[in-house]
């Protein structure tokens, strides 16, 4: 079993009450509410030490008598009687129950579940020793139909009266939570076993301050000191949180400076004074570091990184000399280890361990494979050294945090780490720029104005807001595959993509509930144990998750996000770089747009393009286009697309038959997937897609190759000059040309995706003056207006490089949105003033399969705003729309975007529609107003072609009083003039 910060017999799941928190009662930590003799109905003058210890004292030779009954079970025998009389009633006894009475089967909706005990609304489920507390046992009442945690779960999430649950077998103790509204399973089990056979008071104090009755409010069960404590634990999770980025960067600049001044790194110092190694790349090399520091972190402390066939000896081995959480515990007390770098070359055997294909059976190390583990990751510094004193300094920055109070150092609990948490460091980390001195001396972070978080619209999203999202989009999708024939291969063939994914966050939350539903068809039970989860969210994980990102490092983030949630002992990390795609979502084509010619539009003069150039290959590409139209190019006798998506489809499908169950198949399924990818049909196929682009981003120039439909004509015979090739490519670097189709043949062969879903970027696609310069030349990103730009101007002759630079990135942005306004690819809402997720949301949406869904958190002018009326408006005459659910920023849900700012939850469906009538909310301010009926109200597409026909706007109602009045009244009396008939102005205005 799995240990909690210290604690060998208490398990935390979910983060439920964190590890931290029950630290802190361990303590005691006097800042701690709840903890008095009166907060416990102690008697006056008797404190809870005092009680514990009398409980104790009791307790211990009660387990002893008990433990021989353990002895003498017979297999099969449930025990249920002789473990509560002898053990469970005397225990609840103790912690303030007194003698529970058994309850009838409590009935939720129809359906009955057989709990054994009720205390007003605390449900206690205490089943015998002989009946596992994961597995259905038959003819055993409460664990037949289903297994107990199960059981108890289920009934905690459909119940409204029910909030928080004790089960108990007897040998563990497990409270549980009513988890709808969470992304993840959440329990804490006491191994009350362990407990007493072993003596371990300090556990049992924390166990008893926990599970006492005073800390269940059965009146009122949300004011219960539960309920306080774990509010406490998410706003100081926050704090954490918060203290964990700048900690992060700590450990990365002391990384960073350790490895720079370590004497014998010579050949490190050189590569960087030679340019071999830049600042860029050598940063990214630390972060990776850091991701893997963080990776054995969290499998270490849940108990999953070890093979399970390993012997103890191994095991003692690996923990007392080379483990990271040796070097933890060393971090805590501050030693120092001096200049030698014995810690790091013994972290080193793990890291190679890991990559190796064979693993370390000495120290019972699993062969995990991946890039993350493999030599082209980190090659600088595996090849250098780092001394052990500042090894142990990076490692005491992200393993504990400082608290001032207490004047104490915390253990950051890295078993309930998760993908928000990953993502929240990440939010940071996108504002930091690494300074490093060209000698070598020196090495630093820094955030400059304008940082990268802002000018990629990258804000964290929170879990709440998730969940919601993923009820509307995801969860009918899930009904709908259980309910099939063959529901496991059903849930298995869903294919979920995030275009923005960032860190993983929301594929991470989709993964986990596809993997409940998964293990729960599996297992039978509705709530599944999270072991259950677990084997189901690596088969989910490995099929059905997809994601696409621009930065590589978070991508590299996603990866290991979801590799820490599917993680199982012995069996290498899943394949996932076919999967997740480093590239520009926004900026690629579709197989049917490069079999038609390119649009005139491509080939506007730009900043620094010479017009009469220009002008010159408009006409010559239309010219060109005629000629294709007319039967007379090279597609007169037949596509190319077709066929080479044909293959490409072919292909994808046999890298995904290729299985990852060792790390021979994981390596054969990366050779298929390079292979692939470099084979001479997806060559053909990119360059055509490239090119066709690269018409739009190309400079228009004299002496500069024109990029026209007859160079997309002639790559279908694979044969152009290399000068051409050379403008196509440098196009598609520049601008991470992806095509999703190409990326993605197999899952766009069948329809499209099943979900997409995500929080896109929010921004205007134009150049920021401030955010370009901020790095660059901080007293022109200060400046503004008439000074700003007289500085711009003095550049050419004071600076050609930044000069060329600029107008580069001048240049850049207008033919980014040039593209999106005129390619075809957006005809909805490529238009105006563009902002991001706008088109995001029209990509989105055109990449569902029928029958799938799009659920997307984007602001509310989606639905309000007259640039992107034409799409909503389609969603809503397609029957596509499902519900429009609005905030405002008050609360603040997003604490780095304006709180009088509005966002929507929005879910669509695919092509078909099918939708008849909408779901609207408006005003809400978080996600519980969404339960309130008397906010939500619902519209059929007539409803609001009748409200708004003009627009084709969504009507904005605070109350579904509001809106049903509203209505009632447009049906009676008609709008004043309805611009699209001839006979729409019945009032003569």
């Not at 014998?264 to 110092?269: A, F």
């Not at 070359?345 to 995990?368: I, K, N």
């Not at 519209?939 to 509001?962: G, H, M, Y």
């Amino acid at each position: 079993m799995s240990s909690t910060s210290g604690f060998s017999a208490i398990r935390t799941e979910g983060g439920l009450l964190p590890a931290d928190l029950l630290s802190r009662l361990a303590g005691p930590d006097a800042a701690l509410p709840g903890l008095s003799s009166a907060d416990y109905h102690l008697a006056p003058g008797e404190r809870p030490t005092e009680a514990i210890t009398r409980s104790w004292n009791r307790l211990v030779p009660l387990w002893r008598r008990f433990a021989t009954v353990l002895e003498g079970l017979s297999e099969g025998d449930p025990a249920a009687g002789a473990t509560r009389d002898a053990w469970l009633y005397p225990l609840l006894d103790e912690l303030g129950f007194g003698r529970p009475s058994p309850t009838k089967a409590l009935d939720i909706e129809g359906k009955s579940y057989p709990i054994s005990h009720l205390r007003g609304r605390l449900p206690l489920h205490l089943v015998g020793a002989g009946t596992s507390l994961e597995r259905r046992q038959a003819g055993v009442r409460g664990a037949a139909s289903a297994s107990p945690h199960s059981m108890v779960q289920e009934l905690l999430n459909r119940s409204d009266e029910y909030l928080w649950a004790l089960l108990s077998n007897g040998r563990q103790l497990r409270i549980l939570r009513d988890n709808v509204s969470m992304t993840r399973q959440a329990f804490v089990e006491f191994d009350l076993e362990a407990v007493f056979a072993n003596e371990l008071y300090e556990e049992f104090v924390v166990l008893w301050l926990v599970c006492h009755e005073s800390r269940f409010d059965t009146e009122s069960p949300e004011a219960s000191w539960l309920e306080r404590w774990r509010e406490e634990a998410e706003s100081t999770g926050a704090r954490a949180l918060d203290a964990l980025r700048g900690q992060v960067e700590r450990a990365i600049t002391l990384l960073g400076r350790g490895f720079l001044r370590f004497s014998d790194n010579r050949e490190l110092r050189r590569r960087i004074r030679s340019g071999e190694l830049n600042r860029l790349d050598y940063y990214r090399q630390l972060l990776r570091l850091v991701y893997r520091l963080i990776f054995l972190l969290v499998a270490e402390d849940r108990g999953l990184l070890l093979v399970p066939a390993a012997d103890e000896l191994a095991r003692q081995r690996y923990r007392d000399h080379y483990g990271v959480g040796r070097l933890r515990t060393l971090a805590a007390g501050r030693s120092s280890r001096g200049p030698h770098p014995d810690l790091w070359r013994s972290l080193l055997v793990v890291m190679r361990g890991l990559s190796s294909p064979e693993g370390v059976a000495a120290l019972g190390l699993p062969a995990l494979g991946s890039f993350l583990w493999s030599d082209e990751a980190t090659p600088d510094l595996d090849s250098a050294d780092i001394s052990d004193t500042d090894l142990l300094a990076a490692l005491r920055s992200i393993t504990f945090l400082v608290d001032r109070d207490a004047r104490i150092l915390r253990p950051i609990d890295y078993r309930n780490l998760g993908a928000d948490e990953l993502g929240g460091i990440y939010e940071g980390l996108l504002e930091l720029h690494p300074v490093l001195e060209e000698d070598g001396s020196h090495f630093a972070l820094e955030t400059f104005a304008g940082s990268e978080r802002k000018s990629t619209g990258s804000y964290y999203t929170p879990d709440s807001l998730i969940v919601a999202l993923l009820d509307s989009a995801l969860s009918p999708l899930l009904d709908e595959a259980t309910r099939a024939r063959e529901p496991e291969e059903a849930l298995l063939a869903l294919r979920v993509l995030d275009p923005a994914a960032g860190s993983g966050h929301f594929l991470v939350a989709a993964g986990r509930r596809i993997a409940h539903r998964l293990a729960a068809v599996r297992t039978g039970d509705d709530e599944p144990s999270p072991d259950a989860v677990r084997h189901a969210l690596r088969d989910v994980v490995g099929k059905c998750l997809y994601g696409i990102d621009l930065n590589p490092m978070a991508l590299e983030l996603a990866k290991i996000s979801l590799w820490l949630e599917a993680i199982e002992p012995g069996r290498p990390l899943s394949f996932l770089d076919h999967h997740l795609v480093e590239g520009n979502a926004l900026l690629g084509t579709t197989a049917a747009l490069v079999e038609k010619p390119i649009p005139a539009d491509a080939f506007k003069a730009l900043t620094d393009d010479d017009k009469t150039v220009a002008s010159a290959w408009r006409k010559s590409n239309a010219g060109e286009s005629k000629l294709a139209q007319a039967g007379h190019g090279q597609f007169a006798l037949g596509s190319p697309v077709e066929h080479l998506v044909e293959s490409l489809v072919r292909g994808s499908r046999a890298v995904e038959a290729i299985g990852d169950e060792t790390v021979a198949e994981v390596e054969r399924k990366k050779a298929a997937h390079e292979a692939l990818a470099h084979s001479s049909d997806m060559t053909r196929a990119r360059l055509m897609a490239d090119a066709w682009c690269a018409a739009f981003f190309a400079p228009k120039r004299a002496g500069i190759p024109r990029v026209t439909t007859a160079t997309v004509n002639t790559l279908a015979e694979g044969a152009v000059d290399s000068a051409v090739l050379d403008v196509i490519e440098t196009s598609r670097t520049r601008h991470r040309l992806l095509h999703w189709h190409l990326a993605f043949p197999d899952v766009f062969a069948q329809g499209g995706f099943s979900l997409v879903v995500g929080n896109p970027p929010w921004e205007k696609v134009k150049l920021s003056e401030k955010e370009f310069f901020a790095a660059r030349y901080p007293e022109i990103a200060e400046a503004a207006g008439a000074t700003r730009k007289a500085l711009i101007a003095r550049l050419e002759a004071e600076d050609p490089v930044l000069w060329a630079e600029y107008r580069q990135a001048l240049r850049d942005a207008e033919a980014e949105s040039l593209f999106l306004r005129t390619s075809g690819c957006y005809p909805l809402c490529g238009r105006g003033d563009i902002n991001t997720y706008a088109v995001f949301a029209e990509a989105m949406r055109e990449a569902l399969a029928p029958g799938g869904r799009l659920g997307v958190i984007v602001p509310t002018g989606i639905a309000t705003d007259d640039t992107t009326k034409e799409f909503f408006g389609d969603c809503v005459s397609s029957g596509r729309l499902v519900s429009l659910f609005d905030f405002e920023n008050g609360a603040p849900l997003f604490p780095d975007v304006d709180r009088r700012f509005k966002f929507c939850l929005l879910t669509l469906t695919g092509p078909g529609g099918g939708a008849s009538e909408a779901q609207f909310s408006f005003f809400a301010r978080e996600t519980r107003d969404l339960a309130d009926p008397d906010r939500r109200f619902t519209l059929s597409p007539e409803d609001i072609a009748l409200l708004n026909p003009n627009t084709k706007t969504a009507p904005v109602f605070r109350s579904r009083v509001d809106a049903e009045l509203t209505t009632k009244i447009y049906r009676r009396v008609p709008v004043l003039v309805r611009e699209d008939d001839p006979e729409g102005n019945p009032w003569g205005i």
